[in-house]
């Protein structure tokens, strides 16, 4: 009797470590998958590929707080890697983020803007507000044709939530002075002055590649507060905007590595399945 009470107690104990392995294991064949699909592409284009893809977020364009962004080490992690790319070689960057920080996202446009080597950035979903921001410093940004941009004008925050800068000032502008807070009115202070060093910040990144009329329309079509901060810019109108350095394709191996980042966190989240097969075609 002895025997077999020992017997399942190393079964327990087995099963116990073998339920702490699993989720290591499990993430160590996932990241030589994500290796894998990455050097395939690698090879395939012969540049230095990085990657900055937000999967996880809780994220919603009617305004749920975003948990994965943009942040000081993704920035860090990135320069990092252009840092240490060869001056001349070409680097692919695999952005899929709904933004962040704009300190972050500067930081990482500029030193893309200053690699020497060919820049492109390749968005299969999405690249929202610092996003948009760092596609824009490449030489050529490849969008699946149902990708999207978005719109890089400042938001201003306090303790009372998050505001575009453009409607800060709008308010300011339709009232009087002493109709109107303090409070609301240095965060109109600050507006101005997030938007200026915004335009200042897009017309640093793209000034070198368009004329300065071109350079205006974009800074006036992103900065301004013309949309709403979460406004999808979709592939044809990115096309339209920035001109022929955009084209609506992407590499195979780009979705392939899209499939390795599954949102784990959002419950009940909907599935979608399909089976890849072609139609087969009756006759009569």
């Known amino acids: 009797m002895n025997g077999i009470e020992t017997l399942f107690s190393n079964v327990w104990v087995l099963i116990f470590f073998f339920m702490i392995l699993l989720p290591k294991i499990q993430q160590v064949l996932l990241d030589n998958a994500r290796k894998g699909e990455l050097k395939k592409l690698a090879g395939r284009r012969g540049t230095n590929i990085i990657t900055l893809i937000h999967r996880q977020e809780t994220i919603s364009f009617l305004g749920i707080p975003i948990t994965k962004y943009i942040d000081i080490d993704d920035s860090e992690e990135v320069l990092r890697a252009i840092r240490l790319t060869p001056p001349d070689a070409p680097i692919d960057l695999i952005l899929h983020t709904p933004g962040g920080i704009a300190l972050a996202a500067t930081q990482i446009a500029f030193a893309l803007d200053g690699h020497r080597g060919r820049k492109t950035v390749m968005i299969p979903h999405y690249a929202m507000s610092g996003g948009t921001l760092i596609a824009m410093a490449a030489d050529e940004i490849m ?3 149902n990708a ?7 938001q201003i925050g306090d303790q009372h939530g998050v ?5 800060i000032l709008a308010v300011v502008e339709r009232k009087k002075v002493d109709e109107i807070e303090d409070r609301t009115l240095i965060l109109a202070e600050e507006s101005r002055k997030a938007i200026g060093q915004m335009k200042n910040t897009v017309r640093q990144i793209i000034g070198d590649k368009y004329s300065e009329e071109k350079t205006e329309e974009i800074v006036e079509e992103l900065v301004s507060g013309k949309y709403t901060h979460d406004f999808p810019i979709t592939a044809g109108e990115v096309c339209s905007l920035f001109g022929e350095c955009v084209k609506e394709e992407l590499p195979n191996e780009v979705y392939s590595l899209m499939r390795l980042y599954r949102m784990e966190s959002r419950p009940r989240r909907p599935s979608v399945e399909f089976v890849p097969i072609s139609p087969v075609r009756r006759e009569g």
Not at 148 to 154: E, I, Q, T
Not at 163 to 167: E, R, T, W
């Open 148 to 154: 999207v941009l978005g719109p890089v004008d400042p």
């Open 163 to 167: 505001q575009p800068a453009s409607s």
């Open 143 to 145: 969008m699946d044709p």
